[in-house]
């Protein structure tokens, strides 16, 4: 069934890297088979590939005995196979050969990350040569597996190297031919790996005139190159695997992030994304400052220190798969009923702990244990269930709990309701300027970011004297306005190029201030905070996808252009030769993409059946750091 | 999909072997090349640990071929209809049950010494934890080859207690009273000595068989007299009574089985979790020795420094506060020997002037 091939890019590369880990054999699970083992060298980029997809222990449970990074001291190991899992760069591939040449490990089987050059083999052919352990080189692999999954349905390219395909690197003014084609080919390599492990040809389109279609262009050209190299092509049918076509070939979407700069500096209030905002989040793992309780520390004493933690957020939190898009007010709640039934559950089995301690003293209660061992058993078993849920709870009750300290903090319940009512263009009921010289609400930032999307958002500019009103609101609260600049500039080239975005019609209902969350007396205390509820509305890059997704007609997509790399001549025309709507689709954003976009993209796919959507961008930023790139673009001109 | 391109890798090998020819370069190339590989590669230190690492995983290897080998036999040969024996004794499945038992706890000692032995000889820390995994690696298959053991092992005990079961309990509520008892009486002792013999079958046969001559002599016992109405109706009425009386014997005795089997589990999942926290347990016991020693001293620090009044100029601190403490030492000692409790002081300075009260088993133990 097409629905079924569009199985979860997250297994697809679990499932590679398993192999590779197994000596690039396909993994069997044997429960009395003998133990291996082996060692597995990384370097950052393969470190943040494997990371979000495999857990220490399932490292282990693989026979890898020590995960260590390429350029760290690493002591000779004798009699161990060792599994690199490197990009090849000059640097990487030198200390490859220093390895080979210090002879550290037992055999060698080197994988890399994208494909490597002929040049490169053959300088580790020669080093081999010189070190005499040709033979000691087990098995050379090119994985193609060069982009990193976050979820099951979304990707980004690269966490190192993120300045290269930055958005500011895409859009920065002085840049020239050469550093732009260095940043597309890196984009494309790693859109071809991710086709590649998909399994895939998709169909592409793309707006006009910008990155997106450069990106385009050259990957329409990689992808037809390998088809019609039919020795060594990755899309033949057996190289798929069983079962693992579809019928239908999938659409890939490629937006430039100018089509819409409002989402990125959007206030947001569902779990992820709000997580994302405003904790610091990235690879799926969360780091919070904890302060050390209250203590009153006496004179002379060490001041207080700040823990920190960090939380993994993986796809193993059924807490977290359920409620990472759900808008904030709802998961503190549920939150709280999870920790009511794990007290239930608990109490059930300190129950019978005290009536198996009472059967002790009465030598007649035999009746009382009826069925007393069984729930015994059972209780017993389930034990580790159920210290497993206390952990899930606590984890969420702290960076729930870390969340809504900055919600009521920066008041940014207020904020995302005043965007929303912005960006759809309902009537605003407070002034922006009373919202902007508020002194308690919000962090400088906050008043910028909301400035900016009044201003991308409103149909006319503003006349000149409400500006310099602004501006000095904006200045007295104390933001830099160079972001302002920037967006001007933006605005008037985006004026030329196509007619503004707009964001559809949508309405928050306010639930009232009073909640059940309140009444139960649950330690989120939402006081002051309004229950949002939203409503679905899509975003520019959502609507778009619909457009083309469904082949409606629509002035903003009819003239994006479309690619079919598996058609003998290269098609320029914008016309799409198939005319059924797709079941499958892929939406890239060139120049950055984030939850937020990602959320409403899964909200929309959720009411269609058997249909599937995946999300990548080149790089994920909240606002904070996109502001901080826009600020720096301009500084550079 | 990953690309395999080792053969592209082999053909890099050889154009660069003709290169460096072509150049004239010296490497290690050619046939030489390969013998001096060979040669370089044996006074390796061929690493001691992993090598007996190997064997003792072999060792493991073969135990878990010979249980999986004498597996069907071990089971299968329960199955009444099979020749009287069965192709394997009760002794020779006692026999594997304890050779098995051994093999295992010299694995298990084995990778013991090879733990201790990796901790004293000195590496790196990377090789120190790699083979920490490794014997962890090893101590897992341990494991799962046991766990065959145990369960095989199980289902025999399983069918023994079945078989007692079917031994002892006729399930025949409609025969007589006598017959009833008569046959639980006979029943009761073929059940204790046959413990394997696939005979009991053949038991349930013979006792009514015996047990109709019985009735009949019994019978014949009583003389002429036919049995009144009232009697027959009354030993009807036992009969029922200890029918159900025997049915709800059986449930119980079966219940409690149940509940038996269900403990024995149960204390499986204790006795491994008791182990596994019994390190911890100890570091723990360590931990509170250590800080109760901490926690005396400290308690004496306290009570020097505070009957030492408001302190003088600051000396060089640590030395003054010994010669007070000594001087209060040699000064209260006379204040020690008329306690109550009669006890001599010792050496810790303990008496009932001690702050620090209860945690000292020792207070109480002196009447």
């Known amino acids: 069934m097409a629905a079924a091939a569009a199985a979860s890019i997250r297994e697809r590369q679990t499932v590679a890297l398993k192999r590779m880990l197994n000596f690039n054999v396909p993994h069997v699970k044997n429960s009395t088979g003998e133990p291996v083992w082996k060692v597995l060298i990384y370097d950052r980029f393969g470190q943040d590939i494997i990371s979000p997809l495999l857990s220490v222990k399932e490292l282990r449970d693989m026979g890898i005995t020590l995960h260590l990074l390429l350029h760290s001291d690493r002591d000779p190991i004798p009699d161990v196979p060792a599994v690199y899992f490197v990009m090849p760069t000059e640097e990487n591939i030198d200390r490859m050969c220093q390895d080979l040449r210090n002879q550290l490990y037992e055999s060698y089987y080197l994988n890399f990350i994208s494909a490597i050059s002929r040049s490169k083999l053959e300088d580790i052919a020669n080093a081999a040569l010189a070190a005499s352990a040709v033979t000691q080189v087990a098995k050379v692999f090119d994985q193609y597996l060069n982009f990193i999954t976050l979820e099951d349905d979304m990707f980004v390219l690269c966490n190192q190297n993120k300045e290269l395909v930055s958005y500011r690197a895409i859009n920065r003014p002085d840049i020239t031919d050469t550093e732009m084609e260095t940043v597309m080919d890196t984009i494309v390599d790693s859109l071809f790996c991710f086709f590649v492990t998909l399994g895939a040809v998709p169909i592409i389109r793309c707006s006009r005139g910008t990155a997106a279609e450069m990106v385009a262009v050259k990957l329409d050209k990689k992808l037809r190159e390998n088809l019609r190299d039919a020795r060594n092509s990755?899309?033949?049918?057996?190289?798929?695997?069983?079962?693992?076509?579809?019928?239908?070939?999938?659409?890939?979407?490629?937006?430039?992030?100018?089509?819409?700069?409002?989402?990125?500096?959007?206030?947001?209030?569902?779990?992820?994304?709000?997580?994302?905002?405003?904790?610091?989040?990235?690879?799926?793992?969360?780091?919070?400052e904890e302060s050390s309780g209250v203590e009153n520390s006496p004179a002379g004493a060490r001041p207080k220190r700040k823990n920190k933690k960090s939380y993994d957020l993986t796809p193993v939190d059924k807490f977290w798969q359920k409620h990472k898009g759900s808008p904030f007010p709802e998961v503190a709640e549920s939150v709280q009923q999870e920790l009511e039934s794990y007290r239930a559950q608990e109490d059930e089995v300190k129950r019978l702990k005290s009536i198996m301690g009472l059967e002790g003293e009465d030598e007649g209660a035999i009746s009382m244990l009826s069925d007393n061992t069984a729930k015994l058993t059972s209780a017993v078993s389930s034990l580790p269930e159920l210290l497993e849920k206390k952990r899930l709870i606590d984890l969420h009750t702290n960076v729930a709990t870390a969340v809504l300290e900055h919600i009521k903090a920066r008041k940014l319940d207020v904020y995302f309701e005043y965007e929303e009512k912005i960006m759809s263009k309902t009537t605003l009921d407070k002034s922006l300027l009373d919202i902007i010289s508020d002194p308690d609400a919000g962090t400088p930032e906050d008043k910028m970011r909301l400035f900016l999307i009044y201003y991308i958002s409103a149909q006319q500019a503003p006349s000149e004297a409400d500006l310099e009103q602004y501006k000095k609101a904006l200045t007295d609260a104390g933001c830099n306005l160079n972001p302002l600049q920037y967006i001007k500039q933006w605005k008037a080239f985006a004026k030329m190029a196509s007619a503004p975005a707009s964001y559809g019609n949508t309405t928050t209902k306010p639930m009232g201030l009073l909640s059940r969350v309140m009444n139960t007396g649950s330690q989120f205390v939402m006081e002051g905070v309004k229950n949002l509820v939203l409503k679905q509305q899509n975003l520019p890059v959502t609507r778009i996808l619909d457009n083309l997704m469904e082949m409606k007609s629509n002035p903003e997509t009819d003239d994006y252009r479309y690619f079919d790399p598996k058609m003998l001549r290269g098609n320029d025309s914008s016309v799409p030769r198939n005319k059924n709507p797709f079941q499958e689709a892929?939406?890239?954003?060139?120049?950055?993409?984030?939850?937020?976009?990602?959320?409403?993209?899964?909200?929309?796919?959720?009411?269609?059946?058997?249909k599937h959507i995946l999300y990548g961008c080149s790089e994920l930023f909240n606002a904070t750091q996109f502001i901080k790139q826009v600020k720096c673009t301009l500084l550079v001109s | 999909m990953a690309v395999d391109i080792t053969l592209l890798f082999r053909a890099s090998v050889k154009t660069v072997k003709t290169r460096n020819k072509a150049l004239g370069v010296a490497v290690g190339g050619g046939v030489d090349g390969s013998r001096d590989e060979l040669f370089r590669r044996s006074p390796r230190p061929k690493g001691d640990f992993s090598s007996r690492a190997r064997e003792v995983i072999s060792h493991i290897g073969k135990l878990r071929d010979f249980l999986l080998e004498h597996r069907k036999d071990y089971i299968n040969a329960y199955s009444y209809v099979m020749s009287e024996y069965g192709r394997m004794t009760d002794t020779e499945r006692d026999q594997i049950d304890q050779d098995a038992q051994t093999f295992m706890r010299t694995c298990s000692e084995a990778i013991q010494q090879l733990r201790t032995q990796a901790h004293k000889e000195i590496h790196s820390q990377q090789v120190k934890e790699h083979r920490g995994v490794v014997l962890d690696f090893i101590e897992d298959y341990l494991k799962r080859v046991c766990k065959l053991y145990s369960e095989q092992r199980a289902i025999r005990v399983k069918r023994v207690v079945d078989k007692k079961r079917l031994s002892k309990l006729e399930p025949e509520p409609s025969t007589k009273t006598r017959e009833s008892t008569s046959s639980e009486k006979v029943s009761r002792n073929p059940s204790e000595d046959s413990e394997e013999k696939p005979v009991t079958e053949e038991h349930p046969e013979k006792v009514p068989a015996e047990s109709q001559p019985e009735l009949g002599t019994w019978g014949d016992g009583k003389g002429d007299d036919e049995l009144s109405p009232e009697e027959i109706q009354m030993f009807e009425q036992e009969n029922q009574r200890l029918i159900g009386e025997m049915n709800s014997l059986f449930d119980e005795v079966r219940q409690i089985e149940g509940r038996v089997v269900e403990i024995s589990r149960l204390q499986e999942i204790f006795t491994e979790k008791v182990l596994q926290q019994e390190a911890e347990i100890d570091s723990i016991h360590q931990l509170v020795v250590g800080a109760t020693e901490n926690i005396k001293e400290g308690n004496e620090d306290i009570r020097e420094v505070s009957t030492l009044g408001p302190p003088g100029p600051p000396q060089c601190g640590t030395e003054s506060r010994q010669q007070r403490s000594s001087c209060w030492q040699g000064g209260t000692s006379a204040l020690l020997w008329p306690s109550p409790q009669g006890s001599p002081p010792d050496g810790a300075g303990q008496s009932h002037f001690d702050p620090r009260q209860t945690p000292d088993p020792r207070c109480y133990q002196e009447p």
Do not use: C, M
Not at chain 1, 256 to 272: E, G, S
Not at chain 1, 274 to 280: K, R
Not at chain 1, 586 to 610: A, R, S
């Open chain 1, 234 to 288: 990755l899309f033949t049918g057996d190289t798929l695997g069983a079962g693992q076509f579809s019928f239908q070939r999938p659409l890939l979407v490629l937006v430039d992030r100018n089509i819409d700069l409002a989402t990125p500096l959007h206030h947001t209030w569902t779990y992820q994304a709000l997580v994302h905002d405003v904790l610091d989040f990235h690879l799926n793992r969360v780091n919070l």
């Open chain 1, 586 to 610: 892929i939406v890239f954003v060139v120049g950055g993409g984030n939850y937020i976009e990602y959320q409403n993209l899964v909200d929309y796919i959720k009411g269609k059946q058997g």
